[in-house]
Every structure is written in structure tokens, then in C-alpha cells.
Nanobody, 120 residues
Framework: QVQLVESGGGLVQAGGSLRLSCAAS????????MGWFRQAPGKEREFVAG????????YYADSVKGRFTISRDNAKNTVYLQINSLKPEDTGVYYC?????????????WGQGTQVTVSS
């Protein structure tokens, strides 16, 4: 059974930083794209960042470029999202996802989410 378990969310002040983690288990993710989405209250879930599990190629939503960094540790089966210079508009539930192709809202696997709240 595939599991993606997020951690690292919390309440931070604007300008602060967080590192989210996603521990993956249950299958080999060779050839998969892993990544993060977020969903703010009353809004649709949106793509944030993705990384190729095998080749490490990363890509980002324009809104987070320069502030968010995605990485992975294949030995630990974990994907990370470093978030710097947090803004109140970054508030939301952050979800880890895995897909055999480019990440979309219909990706194969999802975690349960971790809450990020940024106070102004």
C-alpha cells in the first residue's frame, strides 16, 4: 500500500521559513514525479513544485519561484519542500503527490496534507 506522509507544517510569521517533508513508502518510485500542491481556504488545489524521482529535474509554479526549493533524498524515500520568505498568501494545506507523469490534480497518489499558516 502506497503511503505519502507529510510533516513540518505549522504557524509561522511572515518572512519566516519552513521545511516540509514527505515520507514515501509502499512501492518503488523510479520514473515517478513527486511534488507538492497546496490548497488555500475556499480555493482550488494548485501545483507548487515537482521533482523527478530518478533524474532530480525540478520545476515550480511561477508564484513560488525563488522562494521554494524542492529536493529529494532517494535513500530515505523522502521529498522536501524548503519554503523561505513566507507570505500570508502561502497559507493553506500542503499536499504531497506522486505521479507517473507530470503532476496534476489527478495524480496517482496523495498524502493527507500538512497545514501551513502564515501570520502577518
Amino acid at each position: 500500500q502506497v503511503q505519502l506522509v507529510e510533516s513540518g507544517g505549522g504557524l509561522v510569521q511572515a518572512g519566516g521559513s519552513l521545511r516540509l517533508s514527505c515520507a514515501a513508502s509502499g512501492r518503488t518510485f523510479t520514473g515517478y514525479v513527486m511534488g507538492w500542491f497546496r490548497q488555500a481556504p475556499g480555493k482550488e488545489r494548485e501545483f507548487v513544485a515537482g521533482i523527478g524521482w530518478s533524474n532530480g529535474f525540478s520545476y515550480y509554479a511561477d508564484s513560488v519561484k525563488g522562494r521554494f526549493t524542492i529536493s529529494r533524498d532517494n535513500a530515505k524515500n523522502t521529498v522536501y519542500l524548503q519554503i523561505n520568505s513566507l507570505k500570508p498568501e502561502d497559507t493553506g494545506v500542503y499536499y504531497c503527490a506522486a505521479n507517473r507523469g507530470r503532476l496534476t490534480v489527478t495524480s496517482d497518489y496523495w498524502g493527507q496534507g500538512t497545514q501551513v499558516t502564515v501570520s502577518s
